[in-house]
T-cell receptor, first 114, second 116 residues
Framework: AQSVAQPEDQVNVAEGNPLTVKCTYS??????LFWYVQYPNRGLQFLLK??????LVKGSYGFEAEFNKSQTSFHLKKPSALVSDSALYFC????????????FGAGTRLTVKP | NAGVTQTPKFRVLKTGQSMTLLCAQD?????MYWYRQDPGMGLRLIHY???????AKGEVPDGYNVSRLKKQNFLLGLESAAPSQTSVYFC???????????????FGPGTRLTVT
Protein backbone atom coordinates (compact mmCIF):
# COMPACT_ATOMS: atom_id res chain seq x y z
CA ALA A 1 0.00 0.00 0.00
CA GLN A 2 1.11 3.55 -0.56
CA SER A 3 0.85 6.56 1.71
CA VAL A 4 1.91 10.16 1.94
CA ALA A 5 2.80 12.27 4.95
CA GLN A 6 2.76 16.05 5.06
CA PRO A 7 4.31 16.76 8.45
CA GLU A 8 3.24 20.41 8.67
CA ASP A 9 -0.39 21.47 8.90
CA GLN A 10 0.56 25.10 8.40
CA VAL A 11 3.49 26.93 6.82
CA ASN A 12 3.89 30.70 7.16
CA VAL A 13 6.35 32.71 5.09
CA ALA A 14 6.88 36.34 4.26
CA GLU A 15 6.35 37.55 0.72
CA GLY A 16 9.60 37.39 -1.25
CA ASN A 17 11.12 34.67 0.94
CA PRO A 18 11.66 31.12 -0.28
CA LEU A 19 9.07 28.55 0.69
CA THR A 20 9.18 24.81 1.23
CA VAL A 21 6.23 22.48 1.77
CA LYS A 22 7.33 19.04 2.87
CA CYS A 23 6.14 15.63 1.70
CA THR A 24 7.38 12.12 2.38
CA TYR A 25 5.97 8.98 0.82
CA SER A 26 5.83 5.26 1.21
CA UNK A 27 5.23 2.99 -1.77
CA UNK A 28 6.28 -0.39 -3.09
CA UNK A 29 8.34 0.06 -6.20
CA UNK A 30 8.75 3.24 -8.21
CA UNK A 31 6.42 6.08 -7.30
CA UNK A 32 4.48 8.57 -9.31
CA LEU A 33 4.41 11.77 -7.23
CA PHE A 34 2.20 14.81 -7.59
CA TRP A 35 1.53 18.21 -6.06
CA TYR A 36 -1.87 19.84 -6.22
CA VAL A 37 -3.06 23.22 -4.97
CA GLN A 38 -6.54 24.10 -3.72
CA TYR A 39 -7.80 27.65 -3.48
CA PRO A 40 -10.85 28.44 -1.32
CA ASN A 41 -14.08 26.87 -2.56
CA ARG A 42 -12.35 25.38 -5.59
CA GLY A 43 -11.31 21.94 -6.75
CA LEU A 44 -7.71 20.78 -6.76
CA GLN A 45 -5.43 22.06 -9.50
CA PHE A 46 -2.43 20.12 -10.75
CA LEU A 47 0.94 21.81 -10.10
CA LEU A 48 3.61 19.31 -11.07
CA LYS A 49 4.53 15.65 -11.16
CA UNK A 50 7.49 13.31 -10.97
CA UNK A 51 7.24 10.20 -13.11
CA UNK A 52 10.83 9.49 -14.12
CA UNK A 53 13.97 11.35 -15.18
CA UNK A 54 15.42 14.45 -13.52
CA UNK A 55 14.94 14.61 -9.80
CA LEU A 56 14.11 18.32 -9.98
CA VAL A 57 10.79 18.95 -11.66
CA LYS A 58 9.36 22.32 -12.53
CA GLY A 59 5.68 23.12 -12.58
CA SER A 60 3.12 25.86 -12.77
CA TYR A 61 3.39 29.30 -11.16
CA GLY A 62 7.15 29.03 -10.53
CA PHE A 63 6.92 26.00 -8.26
CA GLU A 64 9.37 23.15 -8.34
CA ALA A 65 9.86 19.94 -6.40
CA GLU A 66 12.80 17.67 -5.75
CA PHE A 67 12.46 13.91 -5.74
CA ASN A 68 14.83 12.29 -3.23
CA LYS A 69 14.65 8.53 -3.39
CA SER A 70 16.96 7.86 -0.46
CA GLN A 71 14.91 10.09 1.83
CA THR A 72 11.58 9.15 0.18
CA SER A 73 10.71 12.82 -0.06
CA PHE A 74 9.18 15.13 -2.62
CA HIS A 75 9.28 18.63 -1.14
CA LEU A 76 7.61 21.52 -2.95
CA LYS A 77 9.65 24.71 -3.28
CA LYS A 78 9.49 28.22 -4.66
CA PRO A 79 12.37 30.70 -4.59
CA SER A 80 10.23 33.77 -3.88
CA ALA A 81 6.75 33.48 -2.36
CA LEU A 82 3.80 35.61 -3.41
CA VAL A 83 0.75 36.50 -1.34
CA SER A 84 -1.32 34.86 -4.07
CA ASP A 85 0.42 31.52 -3.34
CA SER A 86 -1.58 31.28 -0.12
CA ALA A 87 -3.65 28.11 -0.46
CA LEU A 88 -3.93 24.48 0.61
CA TYR A 89 -1.31 22.19 -0.91
CA PHE A 90 -1.64 18.43 -1.31
CA CYS A 91 1.02 15.88 -2.08
CA UNK A 92 -0.11 12.61 -3.69
CA UNK A 93 1.51 9.32 -4.62
CA UNK A 94 0.59 6.27 -6.59
CA UNK A 95 2.50 3.14 -7.33
CA UNK A 96 3.72 2.51 -10.85
CA UNK A 97 1.75 -0.71 -11.06
CA UNK A 98 -1.54 0.65 -9.69
CA UNK A 99 -3.46 2.98 -11.95
CA UNK A 100 -6.26 3.80 -9.62
CA UNK A 101 -5.04 3.99 -6.09
CA UNK A 102 -3.64 7.47 -5.64
CA UNK A 103 -3.20 8.50 -2.02
CA PHE A 104 -3.29 12.10 -0.92
CA GLY A 105 -1.66 13.70 2.06
CA ALA A 106 -3.73 15.59 4.62
CA GLY A 107 -2.70 18.92 3.14
CA THR A 108 -0.55 21.86 4.23
CA ARG A 109 -1.99 25.33 4.47
CA LEU A 110 0.48 27.88 3.14
CA THR A 111 0.06 31.48 4.23
CA VAL A 112 2.23 34.14 2.64
CA LYS A 113 2.18 37.44 4.50
CA PRO A 114 2.90 40.79 2.86
CA ASN B 1 -13.94 23.15 -22.72
CA ALA B 2 -15.75 23.16 -19.40
CA GLY B 3 -13.45 20.45 -18.02
CA VAL B 4 -15.03 18.66 -15.08
CA THR B 5 -18.36 19.94 -13.77
CA GLN B 6 -20.35 18.83 -10.74
CA THR B 7 -23.97 19.34 -9.79
CA PRO B 8 -25.26 20.40 -7.36
CA LYS B 9 -22.74 22.71 -5.67
CA PHE B 10 -24.45 22.56 -2.29
CA ARG B 11 -27.01 20.28 -0.71
CA VAL B 12 -28.51 19.72 2.71
CA LEU B 13 -30.09 16.34 3.43
CA LYS B 14 -31.85 14.87 6.40
CA THR B 15 -30.70 11.53 7.77
CA GLY B 16 -32.16 8.73 5.69
CA GLN B 17 -32.78 10.76 2.55
CA SER B 18 -31.22 9.83 -0.75
CA MET B 19 -29.57 11.86 -3.47
CA THR B 20 -27.39 11.61 -6.56
CA LEU B 21 -24.37 13.73 -7.38
CA LEU B 22 -23.59 14.18 -11.05
CA CYS B 23 -20.13 14.56 -12.53
CA ALA B 24 -19.58 15.37 -16.19
CA GLN B 25 -16.35 15.73 -18.16
CA ASP B 26 -15.85 16.87 -21.74
CA UNK B 27 -12.23 15.74 -22.19
CA UNK B 28 -13.07 12.22 -23.40
CA UNK B 29 -11.25 10.78 -20.38
CA UNK B 30 -11.48 7.06 -19.66
CA UNK B 31 -10.90 7.21 -15.92
CA MET B 32 -13.21 8.93 -13.47
CA TYR B 33 -13.08 9.14 -9.68
CA TRP B 34 -15.14 10.22 -6.71
CA TYR B 35 -13.38 11.51 -3.58
CA ARG B 36 -14.49 12.95 -0.30
CA GLN B 37 -12.53 15.64 1.49
CA ASP B 38 -12.66 15.95 5.24
CA PRO B 39 -10.65 18.38 7.41
CA GLY B 40 -7.21 17.03 8.29
CA MET B 41 -7.68 13.89 6.20
CA GLY B 42 -6.94 14.93 2.66
CA LEU B 43 -8.89 13.27 -0.12
CA ARG B 44 -10.09 9.70 0.13
CA LEU B 45 -11.19 7.67 -2.87
CA ILE B 46 -14.78 6.43 -2.71
CA HIS B 47 -15.30 4.72 -6.08
CA TYR B 48 -13.73 4.93 -9.48
CA UNK B 49 -14.33 3.86 -13.07
CA UNK B 50 -11.86 2.76 -15.73
CA UNK B 51 -14.34 3.13 -18.57
CA UNK B 52 -17.96 3.27 -19.61
CA UNK B 53 -19.99 0.58 -17.88
CA UNK B 54 -17.33 -0.25 -15.28
CA UNK B 55 -17.01 0.76 -11.63
CA ALA B 56 -14.85 -0.32 -8.71
CA LYS B 57 -14.53 0.35 -4.99
CA GLY B 58 -11.96 2.70 -3.57
CA GLU B 59 -10.75 3.28 -0.05
CA VAL B 60 -14.09 4.30 1.56
CA PRO B 61 -16.97 2.87 -0.52
CA ASP B 62 -19.50 1.99 2.20
CA GLY B 63 -22.80 3.86 1.97
CA TYR B 64 -22.23 4.96 -1.64
CA ASN B 65 -23.05 3.57 -5.07
CA VAL B 66 -21.93 4.72 -8.49
CA SER B 67 -22.81 4.29 -12.14
CA ARG B 68 -21.04 5.09 -15.41
CA LEU B 69 -23.64 4.58 -18.11
CA LYS B 70 -22.04 7.15 -20.41
CA LYS B 71 -18.34 7.81 -20.79
CA GLN B 72 -18.68 11.48 -19.93
CA ASN B 73 -20.80 11.04 -16.79
CA PHE B 74 -20.09 9.48 -13.41
CA LEU B 75 -22.89 9.44 -10.83
CA LEU B 76 -22.46 9.06 -7.07
CA GLY B 77 -25.50 7.96 -5.08
CA LEU B 78 -26.28 8.04 -1.39
CA GLU B 79 -29.20 5.69 -0.72
CA SER B 80 -29.71 6.55 2.95
CA ALA B 81 -27.68 9.55 4.02
CA ALA B 82 -25.97 9.62 7.42
CA PRO B 83 -24.35 12.54 9.29
CA SER B 84 -20.97 10.82 8.79
CA GLN B 85 -21.37 11.52 5.08
CA THR B 86 -21.24 15.27 5.64
CA SER B 87 -18.26 16.24 3.51
CA VAL B 88 -17.08 17.93 0.36
CA TYR B 89 -17.23 15.60 -2.63
CA PHE B 90 -14.90 15.94 -5.59
CA CYS B 91 -15.04 14.27 -8.93
CA UNK B 92 -11.92 13.86 -11.06
CA UNK B 93 -10.97 12.39 -14.41
CA UNK B 94 -7.84 11.49 -16.33
CA UNK B 95 -6.86 10.12 -19.69
CA UNK B 96 -5.18 6.89 -20.68
CA UNK B 97 -1.47 6.26 -20.07
CA UNK B 98 -0.65 6.74 -23.73
CA UNK B 99 -2.27 10.15 -23.95
CA UNK B 100 -0.76 13.48 -23.02
CA UNK B 101 -1.24 14.70 -20.41
CA UNK B 102 -2.24 11.47 -18.79
CA UNK B 103 -0.97 10.93 -15.30
CA UNK B 104 -2.55 13.84 -13.54
CA UNK B 105 -6.19 14.02 -12.57
CA UNK B 106 -8.45 16.95 -13.34
CA PHE B 107 -10.86 17.92 -10.60
CA GLY B 108 -14.32 19.43 -10.52
CA PRO B 109 -15.23 22.35 -8.21
CA GLY B 110 -16.79 20.12 -5.55
CA THR B 111 -20.17 19.54 -3.91
CA ARG B 112 -20.63 20.52 -0.29
CA LEU B 113 -23.04 18.09 1.35
CA THR B 114 -24.45 18.45 4.84
CA VAL B 115 -26.49 15.67 6.42
CA THR B 116 -28.47 16.69 9.50
Amino acid sequence: AQSVAQPEDQVNVAEGNPLTVKCTYSVSGNPYLFWYVQYPNRGLQFLLKYITGDNLVKGSYGFEAEFNKSQTSFHLKKPSALVSDSALYFCAVRALYNNNDMRFGAGTRLTVKP
Amino acid sequence: NAGVTQTPKFRVLKTGQSMTLLCAQDMNHEYMYWYRQDPGMGLRLIHYSVGEGTTAKGEVPDGYNVSRLKKQNFLLGLESAAPSQTSVYFCASRGLAGERPSYEQYFGPGTRLTVT
